[in-house]
Structures are given as structure tokens and as C-alpha cells.
């Protein structure tokens, strides 16, 4: 999870607090003390740190609740309300519209690969972007930008050894483009000579937004680097880097506070997809442990295939084939890491690991499944010992794994059967499935 760490060190804290029968100074201390702690081991700066304490304290023992809310509510809501304060206080908006934007930030940041992730969000919104490699100083930076482009299908264009000047013959040849997005050489903001070069870009470029890339293992740096940056060219959104990869975010998360600009996305993972707008409302919200349901649905909506539409039908019906079960995982599969989909369902805590267990084995039924024919997809039943030494030799698995999958999948199916019928139609699956579209 991205700062799963501190997101389990903030919901072990206020499930303390929601435990007791009551809420009173003594409860309001230990969890400050417990707030205080995961924040500073995730870098979050310490002077924002107590500052979000003494608002915590002061709210949750002064601040009479809302009506019809008890004290131990008008805490977790607190603590929620500052929170997102403390992270963004709005979502990052991004417009859709023609426009020229500018990259800036440290080097080895990621300054790069988030201009390839940043155009890839606007060919799926519909809109028509280019890339610009105006990073001369890297060696292979420019080529990286082409190739990254080609892989995305958005055509880029990285020529010549000064950035000002490579700048203005794209913004000529991409006239005809929705979003223009310029990649700049990764420099450290208090360098003088880099920081002139970066102003000159600016010049040249005129950019409708300037996107701060910041990676989330930064540390304490975060603060000086983005206010320097800022103070430079005017920062107007930041963009924060390798959420994945660390328990020490915090420090660029809250790096908005300092350069009062908003987080627009977050990247968290290697792939040009795996890229989120960044909304500090629904991520505090993952992060105590209360889910994201809106961005679930959102992330489902995107992976929507008429074959999906197809499997969800037969399920309906009370019919249930292995490629049904097949495209179920496919479609898991583009909604990112088991871990983080599952962070989204509300309440939803599992054991350490059976996620990383689940996705293995998804993988390898899924080896074996692309070892069968359509028909045997369609119709397991012809599945017998012959055919599961071929399915076991053609995905390299075990034939005690190709039988497992066949077990999970007539236990699947019973499960379908009985839930079946009427009582699809009724209760929390059928509102559900009525966002997917899907007649029940």
C-alpha cells in the first residue's frame, strides 16, 4: 500500500480511541502521541506535524459535535477534516483543454517517465497531447522521451542541445495538439547556472502549468526543494513519484502545504498506467481504513469490456464457464495490484500477505486457463486426466495446480448457483451491479 505503514499505524490509533467507552483528555493525549509518532517515521515534516496536533487536541476537547454526532465521530472526523488539510485539502483538478505544461524537479525524480504517464491520462480523457524532450543534460534522456512516446502512441519530438530552443520548434510543430508537455533536465533548485536555464525555459515555453515531480523518498529536502522551485517559476501543481516504493512519503505529500499548490496525481507503480489523480479526501480516507469506493467504481468503469458486460450476464443467468472465470481475473488484472483494489473496499482488513498469496495464484491459473482450448474454457467438464497432463505441460504447472484450479472452480460455480436467481436481484450486489450497468 502507498504509505501502508502509516496507514495502519492511524487506523491501530483511532480504533484505540473508538474502543473506549468514552472519550476524555487521556484518550485525546495517547492518540496525539500515537498520531505524532507514524507521522514523523513517514518524514512529515515536524513543525506541520504539531501544528496538526494542537489543532487535533484542541477540536476534539473543546468543539461541541454536530448534532446527532457522538464525541468519539466528532474525533475520527477530526482527525479526518485535518488530515486532508494537512495533505491537499482539495483535489488537484486538471483541465482538459489546449494547453502547454512544464516538468520541473530533481534529478532522478521521475521527471520523465510522469510525462509519458501525465500524456497517457490525456489520451484516455479523449484529448490529442505531444511530448517534448528538452532534458539536453542526461545522457539518452531525449531518446527515452521518443520511446516513450512510441509505446503510448503520442508522438514527441527531442532535437538539438539547447532546451529553449527545442521548446519553441515543438510548440511550432505541435500547434495542432490538445496538451503540449515539456520534459526539462533534473537539477537541484539552489544551483544558480541550472536555475537560469530553467528560467529561460519558462520564457520560451510560456506554460498554461507548472508541475513540480517530487519523489516520495525525498525525506526532509521536500520543504526547501519545493519552496525553491516555486519561488523560481511558479509552481501551479506537483506531481509525487514512487509512492510504491516507500513508507516515507509524507514529506511530499505535505509538500503542498509549503508551496501552496496541489497535489494533481501521485504515480504508484512503473507502468505508464499506474497513475492517479490525486484527491487527499479519498486517499486520507484509504488510508485510516475507510476505503474508496468512488475511485473502485471508477477504476471498474475504465476496464468495462463488452466481454466483461458477456461474463457478468452469465453469471446472472446462474451460468458460469471458465472463460467467464478467465476474463473476471483479466479484468482484475487492469485494475492495478490485488493490494491496492483491496484497500478500496471500506472495513476491509486481511492477514499480511494472503493478498500477495491470492495474486500468485490468480497468475498461475491464469497460465493454465491460456493452456486450454476455447472449448474446454466453455465447457471444464471435458477437462479429464489426459487433458490436464496436456493444460500442465503447456503452462509449466504442477497437475495437482491444474486440478486446484478446476476444484476452485466448481466451488465458484455452486456459489453462483446458489446465489442465483431471485436473490441476485435484490440487496447490495444488485445496486452495485447497476453501476456496472447491468441488468439484474
Given at each position: 500500500?502507498?504509505?501502508?505503514?502509516?496507514?495502519?499505524?492511524?487506523?491501530?490509533?483511532?480504533?484505540?480511541?473508538?474502543?473506549?467507552?468514552?472519550?476524555?483528555?487521556?484518550?485525546?493525549?495517547?492518540?496525539?502521541?500515537?498520531?505524532?509518532?507514524?507521522?514523523?517515521?513517514?518524514?512529515?515534516?515536524?513543525?506541520?506535524?504539531f501544528?496538526?496536533?494542537?489543532?487535533?487536541?484542541?477540536?476534539?476537547?473543546?468543539?461541541?459535535?454536530?448534532?446527532?454526532?457522538?464525541?468519539?465521530?466528532?474525533?475520527?472526523?477530526?482527525?479526518?477534516?485535518?488530515?486532508?488539510?494537512?495533505?491537499?485539502?482539495?483535489?488537484?483538478?486538471?483541465?482538459?483543454?489546449?494547453?502547454?505544461?512544464?516538468?520541473?524537479?530533481?534529478?532522478?525524480?521521475?521527471?520523465?517517465?510522469?510525462?509519458?504517464?501525465?500524456?497517457?491520462?490525456?489520451?484516455?480523457?479523449?484529448?490529442?497531447?505531444?511530448?517534448?524532450?528538452?532534458?539536453?543534460?542526461?545522457?539518452?534522456?531525449?531518446?527515452?522521451?521518443?520511446?516513450?512516446?512510441?509505446?503510448?502512441?503520442?508522438?514527441?519530438?527531442?532535437?538539438?542541445?539547447?532546451?529553449?530552443?527545442?521548446?519553441?520548434?515543438?510548440?511550432?510543430?505541435?500547434?495542432?495538439?490538445?496538451?503540449?508537455?515539456?520534459?526539462?533536465?533534473?537539477?537541484?533548485?539552489?544551483?544558480?547556472?541550472?536555475?537560469?536555464?530553467?528560467?529561460?525555459?519558462?520564457?520560451?515555453?510560456?506554460?498554461?502549468?507548472?508541475?513540480?515531480?517530487?519523489?516520495?523518498?525525498?525525506?526532509?529536502?521536500?520543504?526547501?526543494?519545493?519552496?525553491?522551485?516555486?519561488?523560481?517559476v511558479?509552481?501551479?501543481?506537483?506531481?509525487?513519484?514512487?509512492?510504491?516504493?516507500?513508507?516515507?512519503?509524507?514529506?511530499?505529500?505535505?509538500?503542498?502545504?509549503?508551496?501552496?499548490?496541489?497535489?494533481?496525481?501521485?504515480?504508484?507503480?512503473?507502468?505508464v498506467?499506474?497513475?492517479?489523480?490525486?484527491?487527499?479526501?479519498?486517499?486520507?480516507?484509504r488510508?485510516?481504513?475507510?476505503?474508496?469506493?468512488?475511485?473502485?467504481?471508477?477504476?471498474?468503469?475504465?476496464?468495462?469490456?463488452?466481454?466483461?458486460?458477456?461474463?457478468?450476464?452469465?453469471i446472472?443467468?446462474?451460468?458460469?464457464?471458465?472463460?467467464?472465470?478467465?476474463?473476471?481475473?483479466?479484468?482484475?488484472?487492469?485494475?492495478?495490484?490485488?493490494?491496492?483494489?483491496?484497500?478500496?473496499?471500506?472495513?476491509?482488513?486481511?492477514?499480511?500477505?494472503?493478498?500477495?498469496?491470492?495474486?500468485?495464484?490468480?497468475?498461475?491459473?491464469?497460465?493454465?486457463?491460456?493452456?486450454?482450448?476455447?472449448?474446454e474454457?466453455?465447457?471444464?467438464?471435458?477437462?479429464e486426466?489426459?487433458?490436464?497432463?496436456?493444460?500442465?505441460?503447456g503452462?509449466?504447472?504442477?497437475?495437482?495446480?491444474?486440478?486446484?484450479?478446476?476444484?476452485?472452480?466448481?466451488?465458484?460455480?455452486?456459489?453462483?448457483?446458489?446465489?442465483?436467481?431471485?436473490?441476485?436481484?435484490?440487496?447490495?450486489?444488485?445496486?452495485?451491479?447497476?453501476q456496472?450497468?447491468?441488468?439484474?
Amino acid at each position: 500500500m502507498v504509505l501502508e505503514k502509516l496507514g495502519s499505524a492511524l487506523s491501530d490509533a483511532l480504533r484505540k480511541v473508538t474502543g473506549r467507552g468514552f472519550v476524555d483528555k487521556a484518550a485525546v493525549d495517547e492518540f496525539i502521541r500515537d498520531l505524532q509518532r507514524a507521522l514523523l517515521q513517514a518524514d512529515v515534516d515536524v513543525k506541520l506535524v504539531f501544528e496538526l496536533s494542537n489543532r487535533i487536541r484542541e477540536r476534539s476537547l473543546n468543539e461541541r459535535p454536530a448534532a446527532g454526532m457522538t464525541a468519539k465521530e466528532h474525533m475520527v472526523k477530526t482527525v479526518y477534516d485535518e488530515l486532508v488539510s494537512l495533505l491537499g485539502k482539495e483535489a488537484g483538478n486538471v483541465e482538459l483543454k489546449k494547453q502547454k505544461i512544464l516538468l520541473v524537479g530533481l534529478y532522478g525524480s521521475g521527471k520523465t517517465t510522469s510525462a509519458a504517464k501525465l500524456a497517457r491520462f490525456f489520451v484516455r480523457k479523449g484529448l490529442k497531447p505531444a511530448l517534448v524532450g528538452c532534458d539536453t543534460f542526461r545522457p539518452a534522456a531525449q531518446e527515452q522521451i521518443i520511446q516513450l512516446g512510441d509505446q503510448i502512441g503520442v508522438p514527441s519530438y527531442a532535437q538539438g542541445k539547447d532546451p529553449s530552443r527545442t521548446a519553441s520548434e515543438a510548440i511550432e510543430k505541435f500547434s495542432d495538439r490538445d496538451v503540449v508537455i515539456f520534459d526539462s533536465a533534473g537539477r537541484n533548485a539552489l544551483d544558480a547556472g541550472l536555475a537560469g536555464e530553467l528560467k529561460n525555459l519558462k520564457d520560451a515555453i510560456k506554460p498554461d502549468e507548472v508541475f513540480l515531480v517530487i519523489p516520495a523518498d525525498i525525506g526532509q529536502a521536500a520543504g526547501k526543494q519545493s519552496e525553491e522551485f516555486s519561488r523560481l517559476v511558479g509552481i501551479t501543481g506537483v506531481i509525487v513519484t514512487k509512492m510504491d516504493g516507500t513508507a516515507k512519503g509524507g514529506a511530499a505529500l505535505s509538500s503542498c502545504s509549503i508551496v501552496n499548490a496541489p497535489i494533481k496525481f501521485i504515480g504508484v507503480g512503473e507502468k505508464v498506467d499506474e497513475f492517479e489523480q490525486y484527491d487527499p479526501k479519498r486517499f486520507v480516507a484509504r488510508l485510516i481504513g475507510y476505503g474508496d469506493l468512488q475511485g473502485l467504481l471508477e477504476k471498474a468503469e475504465e476496464i468495462k469490456t463488452p466481454e466483461l458486460a458477456k461474463s457478468a450476464d452469465s453469471i446472472m443467468s446462474g451460468k458460469y464457464s471458465l472463460q467467464d472465470f478467465y476474463e473476471q481475473i483479466e479484468s482484475i488484472k487492469k485494475m492495478g495490484p490485488l493490494k491496492q483494489v483491496m484497500q478500496m473496499i471500506p472495513g476491509l482488513k486481511l492477514p499480511e500477505g494472503v493478498l500477495d498469496v491470492q495474486e500468485r495464484q490468480m497468475a498461475k491459473w491464469k497460465n493454465a486457463m491460456d493452456s486450454m482450448t476455447t472449448k474446454e474454457k466453455l465447457n471444464p467438464e471435458l477437462i479429464e486426466a489426459s487433458r490436464i497432463k496436456r493444460i500442465s505441460k503447456g503452462s509449466g504447472l504442477k497437475e495437482d495446480e491444474v486440478k486446484e484450479l478446476i476444484k476452485h472452480y466448481d466451488r465458484t460455480k455452486k456459489m453462483m448457483r446458489m446465489m442465483g436467481g431471485k436473490n441476485l436481484k435484490r440487496g447490495g450486489f444488485a445496486q452495485l451491479a447497476k453501476q456496472f450497468g447491468i441488468k439484474v
